[in-house]
């Protein structure tokens, strides 16, 4: 079992940056690819980005490229998400996931197929 916990969320205005972690426990993660998901009200969960196990591969939304960038410390056995240039649309709860690695370079941008979920951690991006 791999347990996740996200944290560094809040409220920032628009234009400015946030940088949410999510630590694991449990296992280490140097054979999980991980990824990060938000969900705004009234709307469905949707993927923001994923990387595998490594670092090597990365994969954005087109609504965040340019300004997210995810990355991962195996050794601390945590993921990050930087946001920069923060929109009102960014607003949501934002939730990291894992799976295991199965082809080595491979990121997952479906929800259904991550085995490990946060709880989530609320960004709010006032205009």
Same mark, same amino acid.
């Given at each position: 079992?791999v347990?996740? /916990?996200?944290?560094?969320?809040?409220?920032?205005?628009?234009g400015?940056?946030?940088?949410?972690?999510? *630590?694991?426990?449990?296992?280490?993660?140097?054979?999980?690819?991980?990824?990060?998901?938000? @969900? /705004?009200?009234? +709307?469905? &969960?949707?993927?923001v980005?994923?990387?595998?196990?490594?670092? &090597?591969?990365t994969? =954005? *939304? !087109?609504?965040?490229?340019?300004?997210?960038?995810?990355?991962? !410390?195996?050794? +601390?056995? $945590?993921m990050?998400?930087?946001?920069?240039?923060l929109?009102?649309?960014d607003? /949501?709860?934002?939730?990291?996931?894992? &799976?295991? @690695?199965?082809? /080595? !370079?491979? $990121?997952?941008?479906?929800?259904?197929? =991550?085995? =490990?979920?946060?709880?989530?951690?609320?960004?709010?991006?006032?205009?």
């Open positions: 079992q347990q996740l /916990a996200e944290s560094g969320g809040g409220l920032v205005q628009a400015g940056s946030l940088r949410l972690s999510c *630590a694991a426990s449990g296992r280490t993660i140097n054979n999980y690819a991980m990824g990060w998901f938000r @969900q /705004a009200p009234g +709307k469905e &969960r949707e993927f980005t994923a990387i595998n196990w490594s670092g &090597r591969s994969n =954005y *939304a !087109d609504s965040v490229k340019g300004r997210f960038t995810i990355s991962r !410390d195996n050794a +601390k056995n $945590t990050y998400l930087q946001m920069s240039s929109k009102p649309e607003t /949501a709860v934002y939730y990291c996931a894992a &799976r295991r @690695q199965v082809l /080595a !370079d491979m $990121t997952y941008v479906t929800p259904s197929v =991550y085995e =490990y979920w946060g709880q989530g951690t609320q960004v709010t991006v006032s205009s």
